[in-house]
């Protein structure tokens, strides 16, 4: 096989594995491959196997090393402030480095079974004037950082990370899926003050906001596109793998609806109600984190969000008007790719442990893409 530069990401979730390999040095080269959905998760290895086959085979290139994209019901965020005082100098990244440090300490050892995935400083205050980016050439005594951690169970990481072993893989690092969407999606669609991206996914939701470029939240709540497919085995009285099925064709199967006995009204009422509860939930999140709805764009997307789309949106009692984004394996890799390779200026980069002789600091991140 050829050697080009390439990069793959895969983006696991609990339903359904999308991947993406791009070529860095041709733009328009790229390359999609996809699993059916699942349920059932014991034979993950041979799916993933299948995908990287594919994606070798179309790229000409061994895949030995990729960018991992995960969700899960048990992920969080949490936000710390720190403060030191300085001499006066001119500030330093090594003075950001410290505070960065000791707050990353500070949540490894309250939360012992997760994994840091990302490090967000939301703003520097600075002899209390505030930045939201990191100053160039300022002197400073008195510096304050309020900093954002998203967080993995340290199980599933290990979990996944066995599993692409077992294909002879390294995974250079993981991000979380919603997180890296969210700041693709905002940008591409130039959304700027208050806005909130929803995540439905099969069996979790998660609600991402921002203001401008500044992350409020990241909430994750234990309810997903599965719960309507429960839902609607229990009302309907059919089986799961039925109720999926009709629960994802349920707006294209009208001309059929009096040749079957599944009542087409009480399936979407079905839906549009555990949707309206799913919203509403979201809603409840962002308030109880001290904002108000009435500011807030929302953006609904995931692979629980499939069965619906801007169409149907009279059809849903809330509050607040929501816009239905489709999205496609294409969309969710890109995301990563983008994510991987363009300019976070919030962002601090974790350096992947494979990379040896550098400084103290340096092995364990580096600042900014």
């Known amino acids: 096989m050829n050697k080009e530069n390439f990069q793959t990401f895969f983006d696991c979730g609990v339903s359904k594995i999308r991947a993406g390999t791009f070529n860095i040095n041709k733009n328009n080269e790229s390359f999609y491959a996809e699993s059916e959905f699942f349920t059932d998760q014991s034979n993950l290895e041979l799916k993933i196997q299948k995908i990287v086959s594919s994606l070798e085979k179309e790229s000409n290139e061994y895949i030995d090393n990729i960018c991992l994209m995960v969700d899960s019901p048990k992920m969080f965020s949490v936000g710390i402030s720190l403060s030191k005082k300085l001499d006066g100098s001119e500030l330093k990244q090594a003075n950001i480095q410290f505070l960065v440090q000791e707050a990353k300490q500070q949540i490894l050892k309250h ?30 005594e008195f510096i304050s950082l309020d900093i954002f951690f998203i967080c993995l169970p340290t199980d599933l990481v290990i979990y996944l990370k066995k599993i692409f072993s077992k294909s002879n893989i390294f995974v250079d690092q993981i991000i979380c899926s919603s997180y890296v969407k969210s700041i693709n999606y905002k940008d591409h669609l130039n959304l700027s003050g208050y806005v909130s991206f929803i995540d439905v996914g099969f069996v979790k939701t998660s609600v991402t906001s921002y203001f401008d470029d500044k992350i409020l939240l990241l909430d994750v709540l234990p309810i997903g596109g599965n719960h309507i497919t429960k839902d609607i085995s229990q009302i309907l009285q059919i089986d799961l793998e039925r109720s999926e099925h009709e629960k994802h064709n349920f707006d294209h199967n009208l001309k059929i609806a009096n040749e079957e006995d599944i009542s087409i009204d009480i399936l979407q009422k079905i839906i549009f109600a555990r949707t309206e509860e799913i919203l509403e939930l979201c809603a409840k999140s962002i308030k109880s984190n001290s904002y108000t709805m009435d500011n807030f764009k929302l953006v609904l997307m995931g692979e629980g969000s499939k069965i619906l789309d801007n169409q149907h949106k009279d059809k849903i009692s809330f509050s607040n008007d929501i816009d239905f984004l489709e999205e496609t394996s294409e969309d969710v890799c890109r995301s990563g790719f983008k994510f991987r390779t363009g300019i976070n200026k919030k962002e601090v980069v974790m350096v992947p442990k494979k990379q040896i002789k550098q400084g103290f600091f340096e092995k364990l991140f580096h600042f900014f893409r």
């Not at 205050?125 to 990191?134: E, G, M, N, R, T």
């Open 111 to 140: 939360y012992l079974n997760y994994d840091i995935v990302h490090i967000i400083i939301n703003n520097y205050k600075i002899d209390s004037v505030d930045y939201p980016y990191f100053p160039d050439q300022i002197k400073c």
